[in-house]
């Protein structure tokens, strides 16, 4: 079974800066795309970053420039780095996993292109 757990969320300051991490349970982790999602209060989910097996990294335009998405193969965790918090960064982080290959890196910027969830961390930036 598949289990995908995010921890780091919390409150922030305006400004400041957090990591969060995703620890996935999944015995093909280094062959996975990651990816992480975010979703506000009566909004969509909203792609923030994906990294491949071969660590190519994409993001989301909301938040180019602000944030690093990293993993580690030996820990089958991966990290989201976000800078320059805003008060718009205030939402539900997911991280996301898709085992399967894709065919266009822009798939990857679309949450169905995922088969699995984690329960998502809070994140509250406070001005």
């Known amino acids: 079974q598949v289990q995908l757990v995010e921890t780091g969320g919390g409150l922030v300051q305006a400004g400041g800066s957090l990591r969060l991490s995703c620890a996935a349970s999944?015995?093909?982790?280094?062959?996975?795309?990651m990816g992480w999602f975010r979703q506000a209060p009566g909004k969509e989910r909203e792609f923030v970053a994906a990294?491949?097996?071969?660590?190519?990294?994409i993001h989301g335009d909301s938040v180019k420039g602000r944030v690093a998405i990293s993993r580690d193969n030996a820990k089958n965790t991966v990290f989201l780095d976000v800078n320059s918090l805003k008060l718009e960064d205030t939402a539900v982080y997911y991280c996301?996993?898709?085992?399967?290959?894709?065919?266009?890196?822009?798939?990857?910027?679309?949450?169905?292109?995922?088969?699995?969830w984690g329960q998502g961390t809070q994140v509250t930036v406070s001005s």
């Open positions: 999944i015995l093909s982790f280094r062959d996975c795309t």
């Open positions: 990294i491949r097996r071969d660590f190519m990294t």
């Open positions: 996301a996993a898709r085992s399967l290959p894709v065919s266009s890196q822009i798939l990857l910027s679309f949450h169905e292109s995922y088969e699995f």
